[in-house]
């Protein structure tokens, strides 16, 4: 089955600068990866997501790239901002998968 | 508002007695779907359902059980609770039963302590 590994666990960066967080998966037909947000007491929400059909995918501050050779994922969040601070998950799903498997999670922080 | 409604927020019990943890979607959604999270470990899936009748399961399974008996509720059962179902869980839905076309949905969550 797919299994999806996250790094760092936390990351600690200075307002401005910027944060990424990297994922890869095991299962090759994956074709959907989703990146969670969660602040601190509150649901996951899903903040961008992209498909295995395109290599990159920006929406505003956030983007998120996909290696399929390499089967790997990154979020990218330029000039954080301390609202930025939450947990945040990756995920993957195969197609014609009813199940979305996630990563263990990443603490940023972002220091004012 | 379209929403998933999970109750209790906060429940805290005893080893062995029964509990329930509702889910209820007004979306229409045909995906349905319970997660715990724990320290370290993220969004592990216990059972999922793609539609009225028919459920999963999903990676952590044992000591839980959950029924569809209805499009909008998919309750989450512990039959008899133990210290190692303490945890954050989370239950989600999504329109469609193939996440590539319909991005998963959480509810509040519940906070679960068994003593």
């Known amino acids: 089955g797919e299994n999806v590994e996250q790094h760092p666990s936390t990351l600690s960066v200075q307002e401005g600068d910027s944060a990424v967080i990297k994922c890869t998966y095991s299962?090759?037909?994956?074709?959907?990866f989703p990146w969670y947000k969660q602040e601190l007491g509150k649901r996951p929400q899903l903040i961008i997501d992209?498909?295995?059909?395109?290599g990159e995918k920006k929406d505003q501050r956030i983007a998120v790239t996909l290696n399929k050779t390499a089967k790997h994922f990154s979020l990218h969040i330029t000039e954080t901002q301390p609202e930025d601070s939450a947990v945040y998950f990756c995920a993957a799903s195969g197609h014609s998968s009813y199940k979305l498997i996630f990563g263990s999670g990443t603490r940023l922080l972002v220091r004012p | 508002e379209a929403q998933v409604t999970q109750n209790p927020r906060y429940l805290i019990t005893v080893t062995g007695k029964k509990l329930t943890v509702t889910c209820s979607q007004n979306m229409n959604h045909e995906y349905m779907s319970w997660y715990r999270q724990d320290p370290g470990l993220g969004l592990r899936q216990i059972y999922y359902s793609m539609n009225v009748e028919v459920t999963d399961k999903g990676d952590v399974p044992e000591g839980y059980k959950v029924s569809r008996k209805e499009k909008r509720n998919f309750p989450l059962i512990l039959e008899s609770p133990s210290p190692n179902q303490t945890s954050l869980y989370f239950c989600?839905?999504?329109?469609?039963?193939?996440?590539?076309?319909?991005?998963?949905?959480f509810g509040n969550g519940t906070r679960l302590t068994v003593t």
């Open positions: 299962d090759s037909a994956s074709n959907y």
């Open positions: 989600a839905s999504s329109l469609y039963r193939d996440h590539y076309n319909s991005p998963l949905h």
């Open positions: 992209i498909r295995s059909n395109v």
